[in-house]
Structures are given as C-alpha cells and as structure tokens.
C-alpha cells in the first residue's frame, strides 16, 4: 500500500513541477500585464488594485489561451518523441548522444525519399523510421558486440550519423514537393486548440504504447532488471547483450520517427538541425525522474519533462526575457529538478 | 482534461481572437526577430529597430521594440518557434530575418492566418504572404565584389570562393552575383567554390585553414559572402603569410574585426550593407502598414564597396562604425 503511494509520487513529482512552473509564469504574466497596462495609461498615481480592473491581461490570457496550448504541444513533439526512446534506453543504464543527429540525418532520409518517384508517403515514414531504428541497431550491436560504454559509441555515432546527413543532403538543406506529410505537424488554425496536428496525436499514443510497454510487459521487466544490476540480470537469465541490441534498435525506432516529424515542421530535411537535441531529451527524461545510473524512469514522467521546458521557453518569451536568461533558466531547472528528486528519495529511505 | 477547464480554454481562445480589436489605443508591439545575436551585423540591425522606435516616439507614435533571436543561433527549428510564439502573443507585427527561404513559409504564412502581419528584411522568403521585403539587393553586391576582384587581379589568377552556409538566401545570392561577375574574367579559374564557412568564426577559421592547406600557395584572390567568413578566412591568410595583399581579399559586411584588417591592407575591399537602415526601415514599413499607409513590396537599402582608399569618407565612416551606443543602451 504504502509502496505504491511512493510510487505514484514519483509520477506526480514532475506533474507537479509542470503545474508549478505554469502557475509561476501565470502570475508573473498577470503582474506584467497590470504593469505594463499602468504604464501604457500612464495611470501611476492609481493604487495597484485599482489598476487590475483596467487590464486586460493579453499576456495572461494569450499563456493560457488553448492556442498557445496547441502550440506548446507541437513543439514539444520532436523532444518527447525522442524523450520516449531515450527513456527505455536511459532505464537500461545506458545512454544514446547521438539522438540528435539522428534526427537530422533522418529529417534528410525522408526528404531525398520524397523526392524520388516511387516512394509513396506511406513508404517515406516507414523508411524513414526505419533507417533510424538501423543506427540503433549500429549503436546497439557495437554496444553489446564489443562491451563498450554506450557514452563512446554514441558520441561517435553522433558526429558519424551527423556527417551522413550532410553527405545524404549534398551538404545542403534538402527540399521536396507539397506532401500530405507536411500534415503532420501543420497549424491548421493557428488560433484555435483544435485541429491538433497529428504529431501530437501520434506522440500521445506513442507514450502510451510505450508506458504500457514498460510496466506491462515481460520486455519491460528486463529492461528496469538490467538497468538496477546488470550483473544480477545476467544471473537471472536474462540475455544483456541480446536486450541491450534491441533496446537501441528501438531507440532508434523513436528517433527516426522525430527526425520525420522534424522534416514536416522545418518542410524540408536540415543536416544541420537538432544539434544538441540530445541534451533536451536527456534532460526530460532526467527532469521527470529517471535516474542515470539506470533503473528508474517513467514514461509520463519524461512527457511531462518535455513539457517543462517547451512551457518554460513559451513562458519566458511571452514575458519578453532575453535568450540567456531562458537559458540560464532552464538549466537552473534541471538542476533543481534532479535535486529534489534525490532528497525525495532519500527521505524515502 | 475536464469540461469546464475545456470550455475556459474555448473562451480564452476567442477572447484572444477579439484582442486586436480591444486593444486599438495600445503601443504598437513590434517584435524583430534575427537569425541570430551575435554577430555584430545583427547588433547594427537592432540599433536601426531602436532609432525607428525613438523617431516614431518623436512624431508620437509609440512603439515596443522587442528583440528576440532563436534561442540557439542559426537554429531554424528554434526560429519557428519564435515566430510562433510572438504570434500566440498577438504582437503588433513580426519583422523577421528569416534563417531559410523555405522552412520560414508556414509560421509566416500562419503569423498571416493569426492576423499578425510580417516584414522580411534580410534574405528572401519564398512566400507572398509578407507586408514588405526589406533588404540588400545582395546580387548586385556580390556582382561588385566579383568586378572589384576581377579588377584587382588585372583580370588572370585563381580565385577561392568559400560559401557561407546552406539555403541562407542573402548569401547565396552574394555567392551567385560574385559568381556572375567573375564569369566576365575569362583568364580567371576558380579553384574552388564548395567549401562552407559556417556560422562562427571558429567555423569559418576552420575551413578557410584546410581550404588553404591545400590551395595556399597558388590563390591570387579570395572572396567571402558575410562578416564570420571574411574575418575567418583573413586569420587564415595570416597564418601562412599570404595576407597583406598577396592575396587579394573580397569580403561581405563590416564587422569590426575586417575594418582593422582593411586598414591593416589584409582585406583589400569590402561589400558593405547598411544593416542600421535596414532595421531601422523594417520597423518603420511595419508601422506605415499598421497604420493603414500603402508600401512597397520590395525595398532596397544599397549596397557600397569600401577599400583602403575612400573608408575615410564621412559617410563610409558611418557604414563602419555605426553609432550603436547612441540606440542600444
């Protein structure tokens, strides 16, 4: 009883962060609106409370509005797609540096398919997550084939799968005719919650899928077993290297996937692009309480990470801070995040 | 997400549909967005935003300026997102420099669905859904480049053009134009016109170093489209001892670090920009516009070839050394 009360906790922890994080930003906006709107009147003779009867809270609303909902979401898609992959090989004590480029070198896999004659769009997305599940596949099998540190392989697959994407695009962005792909991350109606673009559709099930696929399932066991004590898994009977492969591999899956979602926002495939993306889907997953060290993590807890970040950067910039301070910021974030999560779980102990 | 919550969200999206029309005695809110903040040519820009400010506070017109570059430079994932946010926060208008001519469209043309209104300045966008497209007409500059090396080099020799980056429109077109000229010089040869600066100075030293190691010895002449490429590529040139005018040295943009090297003679001409007028106009057109004025689609801020000779020119010395403190505090 009393475990699984913890346990819900650790789901709710980043859930909590989120609702935090958005009435923070709600506040400030509703002080700068009432600010700004004593200013703009030049009424600063009135007492405060006065003056909040005159505003108009734009910045407010514009925060909460289910516009700027819709637009937090779809810009969370590529970091929480990644996030999604990253959390299962994060889970497994491992880690993938090179998810940003895969991104990239998708994003200009699926634009060059495009551009082909026989590639229907349907062909394109499959190719295209598959071609990211096969760097996973790489990452996975020199992982486990040679016993080496997953930081290694996938820093030198990061600038190797970086350099093929410029290869691929002719080191060039790589544009292609109108596609019904484009779809998939379009703002039909900007002003408006609904129409959401597919993306976030896909991305929502995804997690779910993927959540489900973690606690449900035998495969899930194993990967939580390995991540807490490898050594120990061994011994158990479980095929390490075999599921360390697949692991990848699926990381992979995800990638690709983000990397075709990133072709249908920027409407053409960018070698250049996602640098660093890496870091983001690191940090959501870390932010929603997964541990380095392997064997902690949620899925949730990773969606609701990305989500931090993408509503800290909406926040900030609806109250006009300048980029440094945004960053400065969403580092303090992360630190702090983690930070709470450690003395939670101490206090558990 | 309950009922209620989904309703309160309906009511603030409409709400927000009405704004424009509340808000008609409101500061005109300008966002100007740049492809980045670093470089010293976006510096220029940012005073031209905040001179139109001060002039149109003047006639009493007022104006919020607010700057905002991607969050990681040259990032056109992190443009869009910009773009789309400032559009979410109903700003006035959007004058925007944008980092693609192709992945800009959507959040442009949705700005427009929003009924937020935008200015390109800079480099192109392949779209018509803009108010005015503000900026260097950079053919013709890259086209004076070319003649001007073509010149220098008494017509013969073995030219280097070392590209900036993919799909940058402004560039690409100074890289074209350069192109055109030098294609009037039948003794001249390229040697190479494949490599890519890169966005920093880093970058661009980086390349120009293993350009020359491998052509160092046989170029006469060398052309870079923008401020990174040309101050990178004059380090390089430096480095091996070629710089001082054995090289002869086409550059783009007055960042300060080529106006020394100008006068040093390592750099023996440079295509400059009028970046303060061009923010300066891309704030001004967005405020005609708003306020009901016709404008032109195209506007040009000119372009001029600064060497050794005329950089002591008053006007020229304006074009240098821009009076940014007097706009950015």
């Known amino acids: 009883m009393k475990i699984s009360w913890r346990k819900h906790l650790n789901t709710l922890g980043p859930l909590v962060g989120l609702i935090f994080v958005v009435v923070i930003f709600a506040t400030l906006l509703a002080w700068k609106d009432v600010m700004d709107g004593r200013e703009f009147s030049g009424e600063t003779g009135v007492s405060f409370f006065a003056s909040i009867k005159d505003t108009d809270f734009y910045g407010l609303k514009a925060f909460l509005g289910g516009a700027n909902a819709k637009i ?136 779910v899928l993927t959540a489900l696929l973690l606690r449900q399932t035998i495969f899930g066991r194993y990967v939580f077993a390995i991540g807490s004590n490898e050594a120990t898994a061994r011994l158990c009977g479980i095929r390490v290297q075999w599921m360390k492969v697949v692991v990848y591999a699926l990381a992979g899956l995800y990638f690709g996937l983000a990397g075709l979602m990133q072709m249908a926002r920027l409407a053409q495939g960018d070698p250049t692009v996602a640098i660093g993306l890496e870091l983001d889907m690191i940090a959501a997953v870390v932010i929603g309480g997964a541990s380095l060290n392997g064997g902690a993590g949620s899925v949730a807890g990773s969606m609701v990470g990305a989500l931090i970040m993408t509503t800290l950067r909406s926040g900030s910039q609806l109250m006009g801070w300048p980029n440094y301070f945004q960053e400065i910021i969403i580092g303090t974030v992360i630190v702090l995040a983690v930070a709470l999560d450690r003395l939670r779980h101490r206090a558990a102990k | 997400m309950n009922p209620a919550r989904f309703i309160g969200r309906i009511l603030f999206a409409t709400s927000i549909l009405a704004l424009p029309l509340l808000a008609a005695d409101r500061p005109l809110t300008i966002a100007v967005v740049p492809k980045g903040t670093t470089h010293e040519y976006w510096k220029s820009i940012h005073a031209g935003a905040e001179k139109a400010k001060l002039e149109l506070a003047q006639q009493g017109v ?236 195209r506007i040009d801020t000119g372009v001029v070839l600064v060497t050794k000779d005329n950089m002591d020119d008053p006007k020229i010395k304006d074009l240098l050394y821009p009076p940014l403190d007097k706009y950015l505090k």
């Open chain 1, 72 to 207: 937090v979401l779809t810009q969370t898609v590529i970091v929480a797609l990644g996030a999604l992959g990253m959390t299962v090989v994060i889970i497994s004590g491992g880690i993938d540096l090179s998810a940003g480029s895969v991104v990239a070198l998708c994003s200009v896999v699926g634009a060059q398919l495009l551009n082909t004659s026989w590639a229907s769009p349907w062909g394109v997305v499959l190719i295209t997550v598959a071609a990211g599940g096969v760097v996973g596949l790489v990452n996975g099998g020199v992982v486990a084939g040679l016993r080496m540190m997953p930081f290694i392989v996938t820093l030198g697959m990061m600038t190797i799968a970086r350099g093929a994407a410029k290869w691929l695009g002719g080191n060039q962005t790589v544009n292609f005719p109108d596609t019904p792909l484009l779809n998939l991350m379009a703002l039909h109606k900007p002003d408006a919650f609904f129409p959401l673009p597919y993306g976030v559709w896909i991305t929502a099930g995804l997690a």
């Open chain 2, 62 to 297: 007022r104006v919020n300026v607010i700057w905002k570059g991607p969050l990681k430079e040259d990032d056109r994932d992190q443009q869009i997102q910009v773009v789309e946010n400032f559009m979410i926060r109903h700003v006035s208008g959007i004058v925007l420099a944008p980092l693609d001519s192709k992945a800009l469209v959507r959040p442009v043309e949705n700005a427009e669905k929003a009924k937020v209104p935008v200015v390109i300045i800079d480099s192109g966008l392949e779209t018509d859904k803009y108010v005015s497209f503000v900026a260097t007409d950079n053919l013709k500059g890259g086209q004076m480049a070319g003649e001007e090396l073509g010149k220098l080099l008494g017509g013969k020799g073995k030219v280097i053009l070392l590209r900036y980056a993919v799909g940058s429109a402004s560039t690409e077109l100074r890289e074209k134009g350069f192109l055109e000229a030098l294609a009037k010089f039948p003794d001249i040869k390229l040697i190479s016109s494949d490599q890519y600066a890169g966005p920093t100075r880093e970058t661009s030293y980086q390349a120009s170093q293993n350009l020359l190691r491998r052509f160092g010895n046989e170029v006469d002449g060398i052309f870079c489209p923008n401020e990174n490429s040309t101050i990178g590529m004059t380090m390089a040139l430096r480095d091996i001892g070629r710089a001082g005018g054995k090289v002869k040295m086409m550059g783009f943009d007055a960042g300060s670090q080529s106006v020394e090297d100008m006068k040093k003679g390592d750099v023996q001409g440079l295509i400059v920009q009028n970046p303060l007028y061009m923010g300066y106009k891309g704030v001004m057109t967005m405020v005609e516009h708003l306020q009901g004025k016709p404008v032109e689609k």
